[in-house]
């Protein structure tokens, strides 16, 4: 039947050793086939985990936006076939949470492929601890539109449902595009709305705060290129 082990990798700069369960590594060790988002950041991670790791005898299947479906498919297959074992890693966090890895997952339950996900970081669920929000009723968003008037919009909408439904929103940017998300949730929430950002988690320039948009409009942090997750609240 052969099986699909769901990798998480780091967030950041973070050391495996600190943020990657000691289970999870002596189950990659074993793997020869992976399924990635991006081969370099996937090339290093197996480096971060154990420098003793022969990077050339590992078999890397591309499965992002510009890679073929079909040799994803092939080869998911071939693993079947010859009940063969394989991993999907992210290029950070977990693996198919708003990442590509979804779609083939989808495809490996379809063909009874035994799907095990492994424990270890996701920037969405840490940002959420931290953030003293609602956590039994919560939805995330993904990307919020690029242009602003339709981005604020959605940040009214989402700001509705979460006072209404008392509903945790989250959502996220590009970093290169942080600070004007920033800029607009301040421009569009009522000042008591509260906000949480978390950015470059369980790296040693992490950032983690919460407040009401009041009190951030008196203080704006330098989100730049600094990958970031954002809570709304009411």
């Not at 198919?96 to 270890?120: E, F, K, R, W, Y």
């Not at 939805?139 to 242009?147: D, E, I, N, S």
Request: glycine share 6%; net charge neutral; charged share 25%.
């Amino acid at each position: 039947m052969g099986t699909i082990y769901l990798i998480p990798n780091t967030i950041g700069d973070s050391p495996a050793d600190l943020t990657i369960p000691a289970g999870v590594m002596a189950i990659v060790r074993n793997l020869q086939v992976f399924f990635v988002e991006d081969l370099r950041s996937a090339r290093r991670f197996l480096k971060k985990l154990d420098k003793d790791i022969i990077i050339d005898e590992r078999e890397f299947i591309p499965i992002g936006k510009h890679s073929s479906p079909t040799q994803a498919l092939t080869e998911l297959r071939r693993l079947k076939d010859k009940n063969l074992n394989g991993g999907i890693i992210s290029e950070a966090g977990a693996p198919c949470i708003a990442d590509p890895g979804a779609a083939l997952v989808s495809s490996a339950h379809d063909m009874n492929i035994q799907i095990i996900p492994l424990t270890g970081p996701s920037s969405i669920l840490l940002a959420l601890m931290a953030s003293g929000f609602n956590g039994q009723n919560f939805a995330f968003h993904g990307y919020l539109p690029k242009h602003e008037k339709d981005r604020a919009q959605k940040i009214k909408e989402l700001e509705k449902i979460a006072r209404e439904q008392d509903q945790t929103q989250i959502f996220m940017e590009a970093p290169y595009r942080n600070n004007q998300l920033l800029e607009s949730i301040l421009r569009n929430c009522a000042l008591d709305t509260r906000l949480s950002i978390s950015a470059d988690l369980t790296s040693a320039s992490e950032f983690i705060d919460t407040g009401p948009i009041a009190r951030w409009k008196t203080g704006k942090p330098d989100l730049h290129k600094r990958p970031a997750i954002f809570l709304l609240y009411k």
